[in-house]
């Protein structure tokens, strides 16, 4: 071991940290702060290369700020809108992307875009800035916000792509994808990767073609014809994207998603669905049975809210069923919630 790094747990090293979050007048979460500033000591041994240390130095920068900006609209429900950043204000598609996003408002959604031109700008001129953020990226041609977002206090620019598609995932509670290119498929697949994984909630994912095109129809056609037929993803993967030309239906896909379903986390090794009313007795004995596949146990069952929901959260009011989920069939998950948005 280097003689200047000091060993694990060094009590004294802890004893300075907490004392200077103290001198800083303390504040939300400090054993995490703790945390965080202990590994940022760890970096003067640990990481030479200065470029390494300037990219968690400015992630950490970026992310800090943006869930700053995010956090007084945390009760809101919001829609994230991906779209080709070269639609025209002429065409079909962006005149789609401003009616939905007014629809959208309408309904009680704010709007996150990733505050450019094209499919961007329009979704920000149908919500109007007022229900809108901007989630805006430095790039050497296309450095400005679009006006309609550009002075607006909930706008951020990132550098970095990664910290930027991680703000949109993580305060999203449904994506919609219209036409686009590299960077409107890579937004697609990420947020399709993350639910199939379990690594970011469930929530809409709606696909939103002119009408009559064929854009997402071509696009589920490869999915199906290669990726499918391949054995390369689960037939219930299928369930975790929708595709429609109509956007009074993309509005209905993601408002009805919320009906009945506020919300769910894991609680160790249970699973808990939170909702905003709880189902009968009789369908609870349907669910066993119709999702016995991705059941482990407990068997599904009505409960109260755990003491760590109620440490951490504030919908400890409402009504939950938990469960042993194998952490795998997302597809059918998603499945089980449109089935209990039903009820």
């Known amino acids: 071991m280097d003689k200047r790094e000091k060993p694990p747990g060094d009590p004294e090293l802890k004893r300075r940290i907490r004392e200077l979050i103290a001198y800083r007048g303390g504040g939300h979460n400090d054993d995490l702060v703790e945390d965080i500033l202990e590994n940022g000591l760890k970096l003067l041994q640990d990481v030479e290369d200065r470029g390494d240390v300037k990219v968690i130095q400015t992630a950490l ?23 080709s950043a070269r639609t025209q204000a002429g065409r079909v598609e962006y005149r789609q992307a401003v009616e939905f996003a007014r629809k959208i408002a309408e309904a009680g959604f704010m709007l996150i875009t990733g505050a450019g031109p094209g499919i961007m700008q329009a979704g920000h ?21 679009n006006p309609v977002i550009a002075r607006d206090k909930k706008l951020v620019t990132f550098k970095y792509f990664f910290t930027r598609k991680l703000i949109f995932l993580r305060h999203s509670d449904a994506i919609a994808l219209f036409p686009g290119g590299f960077g409107t498929m890579d937004e697609g697949y990420e947020a399709l990767t993350l639910m199939q994984t379990g690594k970011s909630r469930l929530m809409p994912l709606v696909l939103i ?29 299928l369930h975790l994207y929708q595709f429609t030309d109509d956007t009074d239906e993309a509005v209905r896909w993601i408002t009805r998603f919320y009906r009945n379903y506020h919300s769910s986390r894991f609680v160790n090794e249970l699973f808990v669905i939170r909702l905003k009313r709880a189902p009968s007795e009789a369908a609870l004995e349907g669910l066993n049975e119709d999702f016995a596949d991705i059941i482990t146990e407990p068997r599904i069952a009505i409960i109260e809210a755990t003491p760590e929901e109620k440490e951490d959260e504030d919908c400890v009011e409402l009504p939950r069923i938990a469960f042993g989920f194998n952490r795998r ?4 998950l998603r499945q089980m919630i449109d089935v209990l948005n039903n009820f």
Do not use: C, M
């Open 61 to 83: 920068r970026e992310l800090r700020y943006a869930f700053k900006l995010f956090a007084p609209y945390a009760s809101t429900r919001k829609v994230t809108i991906f779209g």
């Open 125 to 145: 001129e149908g919500a109007g800035p007022e229900r809108s953020f901007g989630a805006n990226i430095r790039l050497p041609w296309e450095q400005a916000a």
């Open 209 to 237: 073609d002119r009408p009559g095109g064929t854009y997402w129809k071509t696009w589920d056609k490869q999915i199906r014809e290669h990726l499918l037929r391949d054995q390369l993803i689960s037939p219930d993967d």
């Open 329 to 332: 069939d997302y597809g059918r």
